[in-house]
């Protein structure tokens, strides 16, 4: 055997350093393209501050609503470990019956008006509560059915796969059931898309919508009932043990079943507030809805590290906002703003895999 | 008795839904025009169903239902003819008055003249009317208890017909008998010159089908073979190497774009030989699985899922903007791609050149075989078991002396190649590549192809690649499920079956062993 | 190999740890040639750890591991096994779907050098390394008895021959050090002579170095020439068997104190025993 004299010489094949040299080479390329547009963007301005302060208030919009559906992926991956394929989905099915609720509101007439605008507030309400617990109900069975039973599969991608089995029987579902064209919410007049405060400033305006402050608040909101509910309660504090060591909480009596069903609940709730949300905002919608902010969301997950809460949050509000303001900044076609998105996401797991905000495990596993 | 009662009731619920869903679908009403297609053998389709077929597919339903039930029942303990029937008649009492409820708010719809296709677009007039038995709403009513009755009273029967005479189960075991006794496996094993002619007979089959087969065939043939080679390749990332790449249409498209540029006359005008284009279009791809695969290469399984999808889209998304318009010409795509010039021996020997389709697919025959045979070559080698063992327990190979992350790469990149090359034939095969063709669904497809076939299997790959992209061809009134039967397929399969319809078999690698001192002579370090 | 090193593997002043936990704290252990050394202690002493880090799963914090006078810190696990060391897993960890062949076969995988555009297209180098390394890996599986089991699909095998299989496929790789963890845990009687009598030709047949951790003081106190004893991650004695048996310290982490008696009482039947004999 030849292959015994080179026994004892040193391996060149160090991937670990090469990979080291990559990150680096990456990181400095990229710093160095955003370093170079900030000096572009000072020397010589495209744009005036208040079109930034228009994009500003656009990425808070839109990173509210990928926070809320951010947060889902979190939830679940911290106590499954699974990316929940389906969720972006299950915030569709929310966005589908906030729209039959409203619909159904402006059918329903209360004396002169109709109910959606006799009682706005009422109406807003119940059509998140519906759209709320449609996709937390959704989300309870797409567990039962599509994961509980792969949970100890000897088939490592076999969760994975069956989430992308489920994400695609929903999104085909609603598309024959409610057909593929383009569907328009029926907002309430208090809360009309596109009227707002006007907010002069130099030489433009900014509009600041209602639709666009009532999501954020709204957002907000949510966010920090969730963080509470997550820190103070029984079910979130077995939530958080769940995702520290799956067996030890079960040995201190944690039931796991009961546990993966109420996170799954819970993000369904998030996510359909999200849904709702987003129809109020965008007014256009069809089955496709939740493709798009479902995968942005995953990036904002990851940006603030998956299976971190806060990080989440984080990471939806600035993937929004570097998702509005990048196209300007970089100089490139508005039409490019997913991209920008992705490259994010790659440029994230080469450069820091653990998120902005999470701690750098060692993946050394136990052996 | 009270448990038969809740349990009969939840299962008439299911029931129940089951049939609102595939009303609200409107999948029942196909069925119902299918099976009539079947029954009045394919006579002219006339607008309207009859009746009696929306029955039998109402009646089928409660029928499948209630036999599950009285299966399950039967584990549990001995039950009585009395409990079943009970238990059969609450199941078509509850899901017959589930589905009469829809049926009621449709009718009364219907009767006032509302469309419902503004919400619901699947239900259209003629199809309420269909659901309706063509009657008004309290003979339908009428009509749907009559047939969830009549569907659990058959399963009733036929389950106690079965339990008295043990037939099907008979009949089961004898199969399986007459599987054991043929043995394809063992016959191959004992004469090798067999397993050889065979294979002949399989290759002179597959040479001699473009000639025989009609027009719509040959293109349906093709579409297979190019699906069947995406699956080869992807069947070596997520199949051996266990990562889950979702993006695989990227790699498709790239070859195809690739193949497209170098090929047509706008906007560059090369118009290069068609192998070498080929060629350049399987680098170009593997080069991509490079770039996408390098950073990755020590993350978790499932970030390289996403990663890829994310690659995917901004691949779609850069071909489909106003940025590369000038190089892939936008959404308009590119036109008059290159074809192969067809070697005059043909003509020679047939008298005639081959038909261009015929030919075409000759050509995809011949690139399949030849990426049939890599992926053999590769599966059953070093390279393809230290695969195996990564996916089996990343850990532990890395330990063996695998260097786990040039290995995933490597795969990644042996994939994205093939993907590369089925992208070229298939630019070739419509003259013409757009951004459209490379949707997220693409991908969907080539991982079901993988995992309906059976991960790590390469003739389930190729069964995958029949059943994903063959069938849905032939059966053409279903084409508005597939996709809903691809995710609910691949949800069942990975429950019940995960290994897929046609598993990888070990093969034998044994040989006699030497004696001691070979073995002490071999382990001098 | 001009001069040939004094020892096969060693560590100097070894130290873990965990967070705020020191798994193992300053040890040191040097491996003769074809030796066979066991590490025991009791449960959570930091022997699996000090394993780990010697095969690479691990850095160690302070302190160096010389394999063949080479430094091999913060090595990947890889090219450990590249270099010479082999291991196998206190719970069991084989590539279940695979064939028993198959993962001896991977086992080799250091030794092999045919590429993947070798394996397309058949080259000799190729057919000839992979006809060389089926048949040594059947040879091996002969070796350690399973010879009848080699198409087999390894989840099906009984739980002793899983841990054979084990120890086979780290023998693919040519070791000049074996590390076995546990090698007889969870066996009957029986099973665990025949895997003493492996272990005693690994070392006699093969000239195999081995260092194992056991809990089972028959096996330890019948092969070993040295023994290593820690003892929360402290190494609290080292010795032949005869000496560590009778240590004061090694019966106080394994008993607790206040056995001060215990140990003549031991000593005496000990010596009654060999009357006997």
Known sequence: MDAKNNHHEPSSKQAVRKINWLRWIVGVCAGAYVLYRIIFQIVQPEYGPVYWLGFLNTGLIVGGMYSLIAIGYTLVYGVMLLINFAHGDIMMLGCFAGYFTFEFFNYLKVGESNFLNAYPVLAIILAFIIGASVSAVSGFYVEKIAYRPLRNSHVRLAPLISAVGASIFLETVAQIMFGANKKTYKNPLLLERGTGWNIEMGDGMIVITKTGVFSLIMAIVLMIALYFFVQKTKLGKSIRAVSQDKNTAQLMGINLDRVTSQTFIISGILAGSAGVMWGLHNGLFNHFVGFLPGIKAFTAAVLGGIGNIPGAMAGGMILGIVESVGPAFLGIDFQLKDVIAFTILILVLILKPSGLFGKSSSNVEKV | MKTILTKSSKFGVVAGIILIFSEMINLSSTLAEILEKLFTGGIATKDVIIPFYMGLVTGLIVFFTTFAFLKKQKSDRKNSFLHGLAAAIIISLVSGSLISVLNIILGSYLEKGKDVRVYLEALSPDVIRAFLFQTDVRHAVMNYFLSTFLGSMTALILFWLSQKTNQPAKTIRGLARLKEKIQVGR???????????????????????????????????????????????????????????????????????????????????IEMNFWLALLISLVVAGIGGFLIGLPIMNLRGDYLAIVTLGFAEIVRILINSNLMADYTGGPQGIKNIGQPIQPSIFERYFGKPLEDNVWFLYLIIFVFLLILYAAFRLQYSRTGRSWEAMREDETVAQACGVTTSSYKVLAIVIGAAIAGAAGALYASRNTYTGPSEYAFMVSVNALAVV??????????????AFIIKGLPELLRDLENYRMVVFGALLIVMMIIRPEGIWPVKRRKLSVAPESIEVLKEDLKP | MTKKPSYVLEAENITINFGGLTAVNDVSLQVPFESIISIIGPNGAGKTTFFNCISGFYACDKGTVFFQERPINGIPTDEIANLGISRTYQNIRLFTNMSVIENVLIGQQPRLRSTCIDTIFQTYRNRREEKQSIQKACNLLDFVGLGAYADDVANNLPYGAQRRLEIARALGNNPHLLLLDEPCAGMNPHETSAMIELINTLRSQLKITIVLIEHDMKVVMNISDSILVLDHGEKIAQGTPDEIQSNQKVIEAYLGSGTENLVEKYSKRKADKRKLD
């Open chain 2, 451 to 464: 995992v309906v076939g059976g991960m790590g299997s390469i003739p389930g790959t190729l069964l995958g």
């Open chain 2, 187 to 269: 016959i191959f094993e004992r004469y090798p010159a067999v397993k050889t002619i065979s294979i002949l007979l399989v290759i002179i089959a597959i040479l001699t089908l473009p000639l025989i087969v009609n027009a719509y065939t040959i293109s349906v043939l093709g579409i297979v073979l190019i699906y069947a080679i995406m699956g080869l390749g992807l069947n070596l990332i997520v199949g051996l190497s266990g990562q889950l790449v979702f993006g695989y249409v990227a790699f498709f498209a790239l070859g195809a774009y690739t193949f497209g540029l170098l090929t047509a006359p706008k906007p560059f005008g």
